[in-house]
């Protein structure tokens, strides 16, 4: 079985800050990990994915992610944010042999000027 | 650029109408989805296929149907909407299963009065 758990519904930093969005998964099966984003009235884009190769992950526009496997973690980090980046972001587990991509509930990023 | 296709974007209807959400790939992807999104909420898939002619059920139920007659194109209908159906729908493709990336719409936010 597997889940993800995104641990912030909403997060708020400001503009230049880092930002952290966490996420932690369970996966009975090697995971294979994603981080989506979503702005308002659009479907999910890509940021970046983890498929077993190396542990941190560089996606799109500024946004890296470390897989720890000790630590059941996928947590989603950009230095410098940028007021373009407020939107919706979603964490997702998938494995070998199943064919779900299962969701977390999402964490929406605001970022102040 | 995702090469997926939603229409209509938008849909306001009345109790009891007959509508069909349209999705188009020209990615050739075998795999598709459609997913069921509330407003501020995670998604969960209502409808999959692997190819022509191969359709399931997902992890919610959804009193809507499915066909998948060519690959490129994957509609979802309602024989008869109500207002408990009004939610975005976002439909996705993916090249392979668990491990590719899914590749979204736009959605279809349908509200019905």
């Known amino acids: 079985a597997q889940s993800v758990t995104q641990l912030d519904s909403h997060v708020s930093v400001s503009e230049g800050a880092l930002v952290l969005l966490r996420c932690n998964y369970s996966?009975?099966?090697?995971?294979?990990l994603f981080w989506y984003v979503q702005y308002p009235n659009q479907g999910l884009q890509l940021l970046l994915k983890?498929?077993?190769?190396?542990?941190l992950v560089k996606g799109i526009n500024g946004f890296e992610a470390e897989f720890k496997k000790s630590e059941t973690s996928f947590h989603l980090t950009k230095p410098s944010a940028h007021m373009s980046d407020a939107a919706e972001y979603f964490c997702?587990?998938?494995?070998?042999?199943?064919?779900?991509?299962?969701f977390g509930t999402g964490t929406r990023l605001k970022v102040l000027a | 650029e995702a090469d997926i296709y939603q229409t209509p974007r938008y849909l306001v209807i009345g109790t009891g109408k007959k509508i069909t959400l349209e999705c188009s790939q020209t990615m050739g992807h075998d795999k598709m989805y459609w997913y069921q999104q509330d407003p501020g909420m995670e998604l969960h898939l209502i409808h999959y296929s692997y190819g022509v002619n191969s359709t399931e059920k997902g992890d919610l139920s959804s009193e809507s149907t499915v066909s998948r007659i060519r690959t490129e194109h994957f509609p979802l209908t309602l024989e008869s909407a109500r207002p408990s159906h009004t939610s975005q729908y976002l439909c996705a493709s993916s090249e392979y299963t668990n491990t590719g990336e899914l590749f979204f719409g736009e959605g279809s936010r349908l509200t019905v009065l």
């Open positions: 997702v587990v998938s494995g070998a042999g199943t064919y779900k991509y299962i």
């Open positions: 983890y498929t077993s190769a190396a542990t």
């Open positions: 996966s009975s099966v090697p995971p294979y």
